[in-house]
């Protein structure tokens, strides 16, 4: 079956492609992007507000719910383009990490819990110290939370450019948003929508 459609369509879903039909042998497929929200299996990440209260139980807390993510399968098509997700457990395996966007940070990656010097760094306690270098605060994930208006966001800017030059690369092809797991979150539902619109606009210079 051919596609019938250059438009990009998004559905909520969960666990199957979205959009248009796969080509028949010899056409063009389309492109895929897929979005992943966090599996409803997992229980939500503790509040921000406890790395304040009582560090210790916040880790403990978060390292319990990143292994329960990190056995929930990505089943992810090995021909992804690129995946944006609130998961934070790592890159899925197989995948190119710059075709990838962990939306809401990386559980191996820390900041200061001021946000010192916009900066983040991969998580080894062994050697870090469980200290900021720059002001000797505590450290965090490098992981937005619920209500968080302390992370670092712009540490996840060269990812975001590569998406919207992948972006920019196949407008006016067909392309699918593949969507798992999006219920509740906003953020991504809103980036969904965002993406379905931007798909849709002509090529620049057309
Ligand atoms: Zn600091």
């Given at each position: 079956m051919i596609a019938e459609s250059k438009r990009p369509v998004v559905c909520n879903g969960n666990a199957r492609w979205i959009g248009k039909p796969m080509a028949a042998c010899g056409v063009q497929l389309p492109v895929r992007l897929a979005l992943i929200g966090w599996p409803p299996a997992v229980e939500p990440l503790p509040p921000v507000s406890l790395w304040a209260e009582s560090p210790a139980e916040a880790w403990r807390l978060f390292d319990e719910r990143v292994a329960c993510l990190a056995l929930?399968?990505?089943?992810?098509?090995?021909?992804?383009?690129f995946v944006l997700t609130a998961?934070?457990?790592?890159?899925?395996?197989?995948?190119?990490?710059?075709?990838?966007?962990p939306l809401r940070g990386r559980a191996d990656w820390v900041q200061c819990v001021h946000a010192c010097g916009r900066r983040v760094w991969r998580r080894?306690?062994?050697?870090?110290?469980?200290?900021?270098?720059?002001?000797g605060g505590g450290l965090r994930p490098w992981v937005r939370f619920?209500?968080?208006?302390?992370?670092?966001?712009?540490?996840n800017a060269g990812a975001e450019n590569r998406l919207w030059e992948v972006v920019e690369r196949i407008r006016g092809r067909g392309v699918e948003l593949w969507c798992r797991d999006?219920?509740?979150d906003r953020t991504l539902l809103r980036l969904a929508e965002r993406l379905r619109k931007d798909l849709d606009a002509k090529p620049s210079g057309v």
């Open positions: 929930q399968p990505w089943d992810l098509p090995a021909d992804v383009a998961r934070v457990d790592g890159l899925p395996q197989g995948l190119d990490p710059r075709c990838w966007l080894d306690l062994s050697t870090a110290g469980f200290c900021c270098p720059i002001c619920a209500r968080d208006s302390g992370w670092i966001q712009a540490a999006l219920a509740d």
